[in-house]
């Protein structure tokens, strides 16, 4: 046997797919049908194709060993992972056929759903040749990109003048949908028919650190409290992955790179999970956050993959969590043995706001802190946003627009969550909202109480704000005039003039002014300082 044929599927558009609708159960049921393309429906495919086929998950349980080379096997899964499956074949035409199966299924059982495939023979030598199998890996990604350029799948039934439309894909409405008594498109119905499915799956696999709580099903459900019906969308990826999967030069080290990295990101959720059932099991504080319904956790992940996570949480509590999981991952260790990190986006919007484009703006937001991840090796870097409303288009934009004074930018961000201590860094950012809330705790009485009698009233800090849009001299003239009253600014690492005129020399940006004031009075609206127990965490 000296040539193999090697199957690479992909699915296209995910997020588009999961995050199209601004109901939450059929964007769960979406992610539940992405999770399962291959779980479900390839192995579906390869158990009709290759009859009493049983080794769907060797390559996990035996990632050292490839089974391709033995006499009996028609067929190998190299490996699972990154929107991906890799597959090996002795036959041509048993290849060609699974992709039909596949394609066909995904048709029946997850409609909108886009597939793309690229099928290419390889020596059999170049699966454990260090030299060969890069090039053979990359010479099949090439073929796919090809592919999903010339050829454009028609996955959804086409719209016809005697159809209705469908209210939440504006695509044809051919299936009738009791609940809400109207017709929906195919897309929909598999959606919502999945949701349940989907919260299933989750509650069993994190069911040893639950403790009998659960996943909300519906946004309004996360607990948002009286007053305040913001949610927070965070999507978190991981640094630099793509690469690293990349320099992988034999088919063991991209299986155990994909099965230690997807554990990673499990396990750093699950301790997530751990946390927030202990502070509403030992912490009243939590509540101040959130408004505690009927065992429901303050948390609901949409998309798990290998390297990233999207969830959707309060709007208070947004950035806490990513935070949290951030730190959590960066201490997980995985096969290449390098360090971990990952950047955040953390959107803030209202719970009514369209979900698809408070999704981009999280996705927009972790971009823009992958900017900073670049320039400093194994940092973790994070961006947030509150969606006021009105503003559109990128992140860029609507900083350039908006969040420019006529001294400098007012958005300091992102932050450094992992890495070298600076004026850069989330922990300097809340110590400084620390002193501006004036709030103290007390290890003994493990409660929080008001430190300091001339600290800044809320009316000061809202007119701080606006003042820092208007120059450097309204700023400095109005924090002179503060100071007469015992009221100072927190002080800035690294920059100690910085209390006195409340701006700085960007160091990030070459020749541009920046206050890391502004980004302060935004947070402390945001961040739930009275869950940070100890007092070396402020």
């Not at 609901?300 to 993959?305: E, F, H, L, T």
């Not at 937001?365 to 409303?389: P, R």
């Not at 002179?480 to 002080?491: F, N, V």
């Amino acid at each position: 046997m000296n040539a193999i044929y090697a199957v690479l599927l992909e699915i296209s558009s995910i997020q588009q797919y999961v995050f199209g609708s601004n109901k939450l159960k059929e964007n769960l049921g979406a992610s539940h049908l992405v999770e399962n393309v291959f779980d479900e429906n390839l192995k579906r495919a390869l158990e009709i194709q290759i009859p009493g086929f049983k080794g769907f998950d060797s390559w996990k349980n035996n990632p050292q060993r490839i089974g391709i080379f033995d006499r009996a096997a028609e067929v190998e899964i190299g490996y699972i992972g990154g929107g991906n499956a890799l597959l090996f074949f002795k036959k041509k035409d048993k290849a060609v056929n699974t992709g039909k199966e596949w394609s066909k299924d995904l048709l029946i059982n997850a409609p909108g759903l886009r597939p793309s495939i690229a099928i290419d023979e390889v020596d059999c030598s170049s699966l454990d040749d260090k030299e060969k199998f890069p090039v053979a890996i990359r010479e099949l990604f090439d073929k796919l990109r090809e592919n999903k350029l010339n050829y454009q799948p028609q996955t959804t039934f086409p719209r016809h003048g005697i159809t209705a439309e469908c209210h939440h894909t504006g695509l044809s409405a051919e299936f009738f949908d009791e609940k809400s008594n109207s017709y929906v498109s195919s897309v929909s119905m598999k959606k919502m028919e999945s949701s349940q499915a989907a919260t299933d799956k989750l509650h069993e696999k994190f069911s040893s650190v639950l403790k009998g709580y659960c996943f909300p099903t519906e946004l309004n459900d996360l607990g948002q409290t009286e007053g305040d019906s913001h949610i927070s969308i965070a999507h978190i990826d991981g640094n630099r992955m793509g690469s690293r999967f990349q320099e992988c030069k034999t088919l063991e080290e991209i299986r155990l790179l994909s099965i230690r990295v997807k554990k990673a990101t499990e396990d750093s959720f699950a301790n997530l999970l751990k946390l927030i059932v202990q502070k509403i099991e030992h912490d009243n504080n939590i509540f101040d956050y959130f408004n505690f319904n009927g065992g429901l956790l303050p948390i609901r992940p949409i998309i798990m993959g290998g390297d990233d996570i999207t969830f959707v949480s309060p709007g208070k509590l947004g950035i806490y969590f990513a935070e949290i999981f951030m730190k959590e991952f960066s201490e997980k260790k995985v096969s290449d043995e390098k360090k971990l990190s990952s950047c955040a986006g953390v959107a803030i919007t209202k719970t009514k706001y369209p979900f698809y484009r408070g999704y981009r703006l999280a996705e927009g937001l972790c971009g823009n802190a992958k900017k900073m991840a670049y320039k400093e090796t194994d940092s973790s870097w994070i961006d947030f946003h509150i969606a006021y409303g009105g503003f559109s288009g990128s992140i860029e934009n609507i900083r350039r627009t908006n969040y420019t004074g006529s001294c400098g930018n007012l958005c300091l961000r992102p932050y450094r969550v992992i890495g070298k201590v600076d004026y850069c860094s989330l922990s300097e950012c809340i110590s400084g909202i620390n002193q501006l809330s004036g709030l103290k705790f007390d290890p003994e009485e493990k409660s929080w109480f008001d430190f300091d009698e001339s600290k800044w009233p809320r009316s000061k800090l809202k007119e701080f704000r606006e003042v820092l849009t208007m120059g450097a001299s309204v700023s400095e003239r109005f924090i002179k005039e503060m100071g007469y009253r015992h009221r100072t600014l927190p002080d800035v690492k690294g920059y100690p003039e910085c209390k006195n005129t409340g701006w700085i020399c960007d160091r990030r940006e070459i020749g541009s002014k920046v206050t890391p004031y502004f980004d302060m009075l935004e947070l402390m609206e945001i961040y739930p300082l009275k869950l940070l127990l100890r007092e070396e965490d402020i």
